[in-house]
């Protein structure tokens, strides 16, 4: 994971360009070079802000953009924030998220001080709560009509894991020696 920048705009824009990649966003596809750039700098410059923290993932082997993870809507006093994937349609179910979203974790508790991540998802998107699940997250409720995107009402599942909870690691642990 790193910074993005406007090199990989190619890249980030086919990957958030697919209506399937952004089917459950809030936001609709990208639909230039523009978008993707002006992702970067606003990402770019609310890192500085200390407001988020966007980085773009990428897969080790040959250096390719995957996709991005962020910790947003930093909240300094309330020592919270809110967690988010995006990824290449070829990259899912991989474990990306998995591996990503922990380390994004872990700084957030360890770095940041966090004391609570949240993250909202689609009650749709069945592969986004499978892996808020597997990253240790639980689901705490249900905002109903939360987003109009091109004339289209949804739901969106909120869901949190609190530094005090124990990891996906520990848990996996604990469950094999009681078996």
Known sequence: MKPLTTDDSESRLKIFSDPEVMRYWNTAPWVGTQDARDFAND????MLRKESLVLGVYLSS???????????DHDE??????????????????GYISEAGEGLIQYGFNSLGLRRVEAESDPDNQASARSLEKLGFY????????????????????YRRLAIDPSPQHKRAMHATST
């Not at 990402?43 to 609310?46: E, F, P, R």
């Not at 689901?139 to 909120?158: C, F, M, P, Y």
């Open 43 to 46: 990402s770019n410059n609310s």
């Open 139 to 158: 689901q705490k409720g249900l905002l109903r009509q939360r987003w109009e995107i091109n004339g289209n009402v949804t739901d969106s599942a909120l």
């Open 62 to 72: 040959i250096g390719e953009l995957a996709g991005k993870c962020m910790l947003f």
């Open 77 to 94: 006093e309330s020592k919270r924030a809110e967690i988010g994937f995006g990824l290449d349609r070829r990259c899912w179910a991989k």
